[in-house]
C-alpha cells in the first residue's frame, strides 16, 4: 500500500492521517469503516461515507486500492434503478443515493460504467421545485418542509460537478435555483429542515455537510449560479475569512481531533486548494 501512496505523491502528514482512519476501519464491525450488514453510512465520524471523503482530500482516488476497497463496497448496495441504499437489503431515500454518488464521484469514479443509472436515477428524481426531496417527516409536514431538501440537493450537485455535460443541463437549473434561493431567504427547508444559519456559516472541511465553504466551492463549478448575485455575496463572506489568503478550519466534527489535515483554527493546506479551485471555477 505504501507503493501505492507514493505514486500518488501522498506526503508524510497525509500518510500519518491515512494510518489514523486506518486503525479505525474495523470499528463498526465491518471492514472499510462500515458495519457488520455492510451499512457504509453508520459510526461517524468513522464511517465508510465520512472516511471515504476524507481520503478523497487526502488525495487517494481510484486506483488506489482503498479507493477500489469503499467504491465496491458502497456499489454492491446499487439497485437495477440506480438508487443506491445505505446497506444490501435496506430502504433508501435520495439522501442516501446523493451520498454515495458524491462519495464515488470524489473517488474518480464519475466516469465508471456504473454510475450512468444512479446519474440517471438522480435527474428523473427531482422534486417539483428542481431540488431532491426525502420522503421522512420528521417535523412534520408544512410548506416550509414540502420543499426540497437543500443539503441533499447540493449533495447531488457535487456529484454532477463532475460530468462536464451536466453543469450546464437545463434540467439541474432548478436545483441550482433552490440554493441560490435559499441563501436569500434561510429558512429552514425540506424534511430535515436545512437552514442557514451561525453553523452554517462556520467554515467546515472536509465537506460533510450543508456549510458555507461546500455551498460556494460545488455552486463555482455551475455557470448559472455563477453569474447570481446570492453566490457572489456567499463568495464574499468565505473571502473575509481568509487570513494572510490561507482558509481557516473553523468547525470540525467531533472525534478528528488525531488527525492533522482537518484541525480547526490554523491555516489549512487542502482546504486552501479547494478555495483555489473554485476560485479557478469563477475565473473561467
Known amino acids: ?17 491515512i494510518e489514523v482512519l486506518l486503525a479505525h476501519r474495523h470499528d463498526n464491525g465491518g471492514d472499510h ?8 453510512g453508520v459510526g461517524a465520524p468513522f464511517s465508510t461515507i465520512d472516511c471515504g471523503l476524507m481520503l478523497a482530500e487526502l488525495r487517494i482516488a481510484r486506483p488506489h486500492p482503498l479507493a477500489e476497497a469503499i467504491a465496491d463496497l458502497v456499489l454492491a448496495c446499487r439497485t437495477e434503478d440506480g438508487r443506491i441504499r445505505p446497506g444490501p437489503h435496506l430502504a433508501v431515500q435520495p439522501c442516501h443515493t446523493a451520498n454515495a454518488a458524491r462519495l464515488l464521484c470524489r473517488l474518480g469514479y464519475a466516469d465508471d460504467p456504473r454510475l450512468i443509472p444512479v446519474f440517471e436515477h438522480l435527474i428523473t428524481a427531482r422534486h417539483e421545485d428542481g431540488g431532491w426531496r426525502c420522503s421522512v417527516l420528521k417535523f412534520g409536514a408544512g410548506p416550509d418542509t414540502d420543499a426540497s431538501n437543500p443539503g441533499v440537493t447540493l449533495n447531488v450537485l457535487d456529484a454532477m460537478r463532475f460530468r462536464k455535460d451536466m453543469v450546464s443541463n437545463r434540467e439541474l437549473a432548478g436545483a441550482v435555483d433552490t440554493l441560490l434561493a435559499h441563501w ?29 465553504f461546500s455551498w460556494v466551492h460545488v455552486l463555482s463549478f455551475y455557470p448559472r449560479a455563477r453569474r447570481h448575485p446570492a453566490f457572489k455575496e456567499a463568495l464574499g463572506v468565505l473571502r473575509g475569512k481568509l487570513q494572510a489568503d490561507q482558509m481557516i478550519i473553523e468547525h470540525q466534527k467531533p472525534g478528528l ?10 491555516p489549512s493546506t487542502l482546504a486552501t486548494a479547494r478555495y483555489a479551485e473554485l476560485l479557478g471555477n469563477v475565473r473561467s
Open 1 to 17: 500500500m505504501a507503493t501505492s501512496r507514493s505514486k500518488q505523491g501522498i506526503g508524510e502528514a497525509a500518510q500519518r492521517d
Open 33 to 40: 469503516w462500515a458495519g457488520k450488514d455492510g451499512r457504509w
Open 184 to 212: 436569500s431567504s434561510r429558512r429552514p427547508l425540506g424534511p430535515c429542515r436545512f437552514g442557514i444559519g451561525s453553523r452554517f456559516m462556520q467554515v467546515e472541511y472536509p465537506m460533510f455537510r450543508y456549510n458555507l
Open 257 to 266: 481531533k488525531s488527525l492533522e489535515a482537518f484541525r480547526p483554527g490554523l
